[in-house]
């Protein structure tokens, strides 16, 4: 459904230069169902539950990042997204399981209004499901913040910016 790694900006950075610490820009989706539940879906990479989120492309703008990664991780169509906050703090910086060190800089962006079917498996999913807040599955703390961050906005009406 999606490009490929060596064909995205971000693995074809990474053929010219190694492992060196990269900026990664990228979006981040909080998808919500009508029983405010939130989507999270089970990477096929490393089997982690994780938000929908992924890296910008070329000539591609934020919201239509946070779209496409909706769209490849879970088969549902954003109608509506609304940035909520930004992640740009140097602990954010991290060394993925290649050995490649990058920095995140990531918009999160709640989506409330979507359409379409969701899809439990794709070419990055091997699962996909809505949670209760009561009721999440084994998610890095990240997400866990993520959430946080997203009831602080719903609180203040402010972009959380870390």
Known sequence: MGIGWEQSYLGQLRKLVGHRMLIAPGARAIVRDREGRILFVKRRDNGAWA????????HESILGCVKREVKE?????????????????????????????????????????????????????TDAAFFALDALPDIPPLYRETIEDWQTYAASGEIVVK
């Open 73 to 125: 991780e879970t088969g549902l169509d954003v109608v509506s997204a609304k940035p909520i906050a930004l992640y740009t703090d140097p602990r954010f910086e991290y060394t993925n399981g290649y050995g490649d060190e990058n920095k995140l800089f990531s918009v999160v962006f709640l989506i409330e209004e979507w359409s379409g079917e969701l899809l439990t498996e794709t070419d990055e999913t």
């Open 51 to 58: 938000m929908p989120a992924g890296g910008l492309e070329l």
